[in-house]
T-cell receptor, first 114, second 108 residues
Framework: DAGITQSPRHKVTETGTPVTLRCHQT?????MYWYRQDPGHGLRLIHY???????DKGEVSDGYSVSRSKTEDFLLTLESATSSQTSVYFC?????????????FGQGTRLTVV | DAKTTQPPSMDCAEGRAANLPCNHS???????VYWYRQIHSQGPQYIIH???NNETNEMASLIITEDRKSSTLILPHATLRDTAVYYC?????????FGTGTSLTVIP
């Protein structure tokens, strides 16, 4: 699994509560990504980071924030969870942004907002 | 922003070659083509990538047309464990754009 750990693996939360998902890597890769996967949509990019304290938005960033205070950790926060954020969330890491560099994915976090 | 087009599903007999096509007609000159697969709800697994030359590794071969507008992923001897959703991706450097992929079913 390329040294990527996502936690928790499963979570059920109530609408309106804050939720934080964690992605931890042991590879010292510079780039880290958060994707969500929903039926019929493939994987869609939420946010990504290109270094400590350096982050940028992806195509579905509304309602999400991220932080990266250490190279190894990338946190995804839902400030006030909504039912539309029920999804499977995947973290990915990449050594650099060279187009000749593959990304490695974690095993996912299944989040249910009730 | 669909950068790639793939058939939604395909079947392949066990032991035969599986050929998965992908169209990427708007690919830029320096963009790579990547292939990933996802088994059940696991995290996507990297398979192979290439720029313009054909590539081969222990998992698969990638054939890219000369005009780079399409490619084919070849699994030379498909097994039941190759049943998965296969994603063809064009990367713009920072981001990987996933489509909905091709669901490959390997039939005994």
């Amino acid at each position: 699994d390329a040294g990527i750990t996502q936690s928790p693996r499963h979570k059920v939360t109530e609408t309106g509560t804050p939720v934080t998902l964690r992605c931890h890597q042991t590879e010292n890769h510079r780039y880290m990504y958060w994707y969500r996967q929903d039926p019929g949509h493939g994987l869609r990019l939420i946010h990504y980071s290109y270094g400590v304290k350096d982050t940028d938005k992806g195509e579905v960033s509304d309602g999400y924030s991220v932080s990266r205070s250490k190279t190894e950790d990338f946190l995804l926060t839902l400030e006030s969870a909504t039912s539309s954020q029920t999804s499977v969330y995947f973290c990915a890491i990449r050594l650099d942004r060279s187009m000749n560099t593959e990304a490695f994915f974690g095993q996912g976090t299944r989040l249910t907002v009730v | 922003d669909a950068k790639t087009t793939q058939p939604p599903s395909m079947d392949c007999a066990e032991g035969r070659a599986a050929n998965l096509p992908c169209n990427h007609s708007t690919i830029s000159g320096n963009e790579y083509v990547y292939w990933y697969r996802q088994i059940h709800s696991q995290g996507p697994q990297y398979i192979i990538h290439g720029l313009k030359n054909n590539e081969t590794n222990e998992m698969a071969s990638l054939i890219i047309t000369e005009d780079r507008k399409s490619s084919t992923l070849i699994l030379p001897h498909a097994t039941l464990r190759d049943t998965a959703v296969y994603y063809c991706i064009v990367t713009t450097g920072n981001q990987f754009y996933f489509g909905t992929g091709t669901s490959l079913t390997v039939i005994p």
